[in-house]
């Protein structure tokens, strides 16, 4: 008895879990999607945590200002033919049952940074090509003005 009781627990838990998820479909690929994802934390001031970027998948973490979780999944969807653009999903779950608006306000930032990405700083350690060197300009001289050249000699007949 006492397991039933906790299986159908647990399965009004997951109920209320999957509820609290809000998702939305953007027209883009996973790296883009989840570059679009982080950008869009840190515009509304949320910490990015273990970052898990893969081909088809990326989980990202936050936190809330209370220590409450934030837990963002970004899914590659099938495409019906290989030449359709990638659309990807995302989905935005906080605390336990969900937070709607602030899930909305997530969804609508990631949105603005796809349209708008925001400008990519490289991690520490990695490698930044050296821009390609060009040469200082010359010195600057001064304009001296010259007399007008003589008119060249003309022949005679």
Same mark, same amino acid.
């Given at each position: 008895?006492? +397991?039933?009781?906790?299986?159908?627990?647990?399965?009004?838990?997951? +109920?209320?879990?999957?509820?609290? !998820? *809000?998702?939305?479909?953007?027209?883009?690929?996973?790296?883009?999607?989840?570059?679009?994802?982080?950008?869009? %934390?840190?515009?509304?001031?949320?910490?990015?945590?273990?970052?898990? *970027?893969?081909?088809? +998948?990326?989980?990202?973490?936050?936190?809330?200002?209370?220590?409450?979780?934030?837990? %963002?999944?970004?899914?590659?969807?099938?495409?019906?033919?290989?030449?359709?653009?990638?659309?990807?999903?995302?989905?935005?779950?906080?605390? *336990?049952?969900?937070?709607?608006?602030?899930?909305?306000?997530? +969804?609508?930032?990631?949105?603005?940074? %796809?349209?708008?990405?925001?400008?990519?700083?490289?991690?520490?350690?990695?490698? !930044?090509?050296?821009?390609?060197?060009?040469?200082?300009?010359?010195?600057?001289?001064?304009?001296?003005?010259?007399?007008?050249?003589?008119?060249?000699?003309?022949?005679?007949?």
């Amino acid at each position: 008895m006492v +397991l039933a009781a906790g299986a159908v627990g647990g399965g009004v838990a997951a +109920l209320g879990i999957k509820r609290g !998820t *809000v998702a939305r479909t953007f027209p883009a690929g996973v790296q883009e999607t989840a570059q679009a994802v982080q950008a869009a %934390l840190v515009d509304l001031g949320l910490p990015v945590e273990r970052p898990r *970027v893969g081909t088809n +998948l990326a989980e990202i973490d936050s936190t809330l200002e209370d220590g409450s979780p934030v837990f %963002l999944t970004v899914r590659a969807e099938p495409r019906e033919l290989p030449s359709d653009p990638p659309q990807t999903r995302v989905e935005v779950h906080i605390k *336990v049952f969900g937070d709607r608006p602030r899930s909305e306000r997530i +969804l609508d930032r990631v949105e603005y940074r %796809l349209k708008n990405p925001a400008p990519t700083i490289p991690s520490p350690g990695a490698f !930044t090509p050296p821009s390609s060197p060009s040469s200082p300009p010359g010195p600057i001289l001064p304009v001296s003005q010259t007399d007008e050249p003589e008119l060249a000699p003309t022949k005679s007949p």
